[in-house]
């Protein structure tokens, strides 16, 4: 249960920043990813994410299995 709070809490998040961009800065997310540009950006970005987390997997898997094995079990 805990796990879908924090889910829950970064889609609000989200969705209140966009809807600030929108607002304050006239901004909208659904136009700039219709443009050429804008397609070309989104897949630029995916392709560095998808490169950085190649790198990060393991590390970060390593890690976080550390600090399950310190947590208290239930």
Same mark, same amino acid.
């Given at each position: 249960?805990?796990?879908?709070?924090?889910?829950?809490?970064?889609?609000? =998040?989200? $969705? +209140?920043?966009?809807?600030?961009?929108?607002?304050? #800065?006239?901004?909208?997310?659904?136009?700039?990813?219709?443009?050429?540009?804008?397609?070309?950006?989104?897949?630029?970005?995916?392709?560095? =994410?998808? $490169? +950085?987390?190649?790198?990060?997997?393991?590390?970060? #898997?390593?890690?976080?299995?550390?600090?399950?094995?310190?947590?208290?079990?239930?």
């Amino acid at each position: 249960m805990e796990k879908d709070k924090g889910f829950v809490g970064w889609l609000i =998040l989200i $969705v +209140v920043a966009l809807a600030f961009l929108k607002y304050f #800065l006239d901004w909208d997310i659904f136009a700039a990813a219709s443009s050429e540009k804008g397609r070309a950006t989104i897949d630029y970005t995916l392709e560095v =994410l998808s $490169v +950085v987390w190649s790198y990060l997997r393991i590390p970060i #898997l390593f890690v976080w299995e550390r600090v399950l094995e310190l947590l208290p079990s239930k």
